[in-house]
């Protein structure tokens, strides 16, 4: 366990660790009461990206990476680069010129959509979905099951951040989900 309450998840190692330390706390954000974990810094730093980035795709066979809008995409991005794989960004509506799927779902405080660009998944494609955190799990099992909507296989799903309390994996029933920090 880190100084600040992270705890280094599935994947353990030094670098992951000093990854951890970047993370800054931001209470009242965005609503009183909240405590915001921002990985920005870590993300700023070359070195703790580099071993969140290696850490997150390392084990799993994939052919493409998709990237939950919008700091998965960054992160997804990275991986995809890093494993040599293209990557995809699962978006909310209205950002895409041509979709090829969606999927609504619900989150604790109501409903949201992501959509699926045309053309980008081929039917038996492992998909490695990647995104920043897993809060609740309402937006990492929709990604998922967006990915097989579209006839792809999920190889994983990847996160840096879980919030443990709120028992977001529990429903992501089925797929292997790994998280490289957790609170």
Do not use: W
């Not at 921002?38 to 084990?59: E, F, H, K, Y």
């Amino acid at each position: 366990m880190s100084a600040d309450g992270l705890r280094v998840g599935d994947v353990a190692d030094e670098a992951l660790r000093e990854a951890a330390r970047l993370v800054r706390e931001v209470p009242d954000f965005p609503e009183p009461g909240v405590l915001f974990r921002d990985i920005s810094p870590m993300l700023a730093n070359g070195p703790a990206l580099n071993a969140v980035v290696s850490a997150l795709g390392r084990d799993f066979d994939f052919d493409v990476v998709a990237g939950v809008e919008a700091r998965g995409f960054l992160v997804g991005a990275a991986v995809a680069h890093a494993f040599g794989t293209g990557v995809i960004g699962l978006r909310k509506p209205g950002k895409l010129p041509v979709v090829a799927d969606r999927i609504e779902y619900s989150l604790e405080y109501g409903r949201a959509t992501l959509e699926l660009p045309a053309e980008t998944l081929r039917p038996g494609q492992r998909v490695l979905v990647v995104d920043d955190v897993l809060a609740t799990g309402g937006t990492l099992g929709a990604a998922c099951r967006l990915v097989r909507q579209a006839g792809a296989d999920v190889a994983a799903a990847a996160v840096v951040l879980e919030l443990t309390a709120l028992e977001g994996r529990d429903k992501i029933l089925g797929e292997k989900v790994r998280a490289l920090l957790q609170v």
